[in-house]
């Protein structure tokens, strides 16, 4: 990847901010494609292959929630938010739709280079290993051998039930991603009915002190959401 240019795609509807950011990510030899509205960006992220996209909350035409969530049905390109709301229900907002990472406006150029490279490399790690062993799952703290259903925390084993192992799985499957205790019933144990929300925390709670044991920052990779469900987080709270 050192030697390898990669693509870019910037949107935000003001023009000052996108040559910013032009003229920084070009520095490190990012090749960088522009677009000032929703659709415009929409359209090219899906007739081209890039990298990684810069995507501003509140755009014309379509906001950046809406072209995550379209990108999202038929591609996996990393999405950095960037918006002038730092609410937590945005930011919600955007990991929901399927943003890898968020900044909040006003934010240091620098910043969101380092930021950029942070998620391109690890992107970068994760395609390695899925073209290596299709079967194996590795985040910043927690690898699943999915062939062998073997599952090691900060390189340390970690012995689950079957549904404890099938819980992590899906939420790690899905980095970033929200899911409410319904779709994890019904996702994981195959309910076909809503069962007893407490199933889902009784787990969740047994995964993490089974985690816990192993690496506290493994854990902490299992997130509450408060009102919403849980997540899995790309990346440990302490590596942020």
């Given at each position: 990847m050192e030697n390898e240019i990669l693509n870019l795609l910037v949107v935000d509807d003001e023009e000052?901010?996108?040559?910013?950011?032009?003229?920084?990510?070009?520095?490190?030899?990012?090749?960088?494609?522009?677009?000032?509205?929703?659709?415009?960006?929409?359209?090219?992220?899906?007739?081209?292959?890039?990298?990684?996209?810069?995507?501003?909350?509140?755009?014309?035409k379509m906001d950046g929630i809406e072209v995550a969530e379209k990108l999202r049905e038929y591609k996996n390109t990393p999405i950095m938010m960037l918006t002038a709301k730092g609410e937590e229900g945005n930011r919600i907002q955007g990991f929901e739709a399927g943003a890898d990472d968020y900044i909040v406006k006003p934010f240091s150029p620098r910043e969101v280079v380092l930021r950029v490279s942070a998620v391109?490399?690890?992107?970068?790690?994760?395609?390695?290993q899925e073209e290596i062993n299709p079967d194996l799952i590795v985040t910043s703290n927690i690898e699943i051998d999915n062939q062998s259903?073997?599952?090691?925390?900060?390189?340390?084993?970690?012995?689950?039930?079957?549904?404890?192992?099938?819980?992590?799985?899906?939420l790690i499957q899905s980095p970033n991603q929200i899911f409410g205790r319904e779709q994890l019933l019904r996702e994981v144990w195959k309910y076909e009915?809503?069962?007893?929300?407490?199933?889902?925390?009784?787990h969740i709670k047994r995964?993490?002190?089974?985690?816990?044991?192993?690496?506290?920052?493994a854990a902490k990779m299992i997130v509450t959401v408060w009102g919403l469900g849980y997540k899995f987080n790309s990346y440990s709270e302490e590596k942020k």
């Open positions: 000052r901010i996108r040559r910013l950011l032009k003229m920084y990510l070009e520095k490190e030899n990012y090749n960088i494609t522009e677009a000032d509205d929703g659709e415009k960006a929409l359209n090219l992220a899906l007739e081209n292959d890039y990298d990684l996209i810069l995507l501003d909350l509140m755009l014309p391109l490399k690890r992107t970068h790690i994760e395609k390695e259903h073997r599952v090691l925390a900060d390189g340390k084993p970690v012995n689950l039930t079957p549904k404890e192992y099938d819980l992590l799985l899906y009915f809503f069962g007893d929300l407490r199933t889902v925390d009784t995964l993490r002190e089974k985690l816990t044991k192993q690496s506290e920052a």
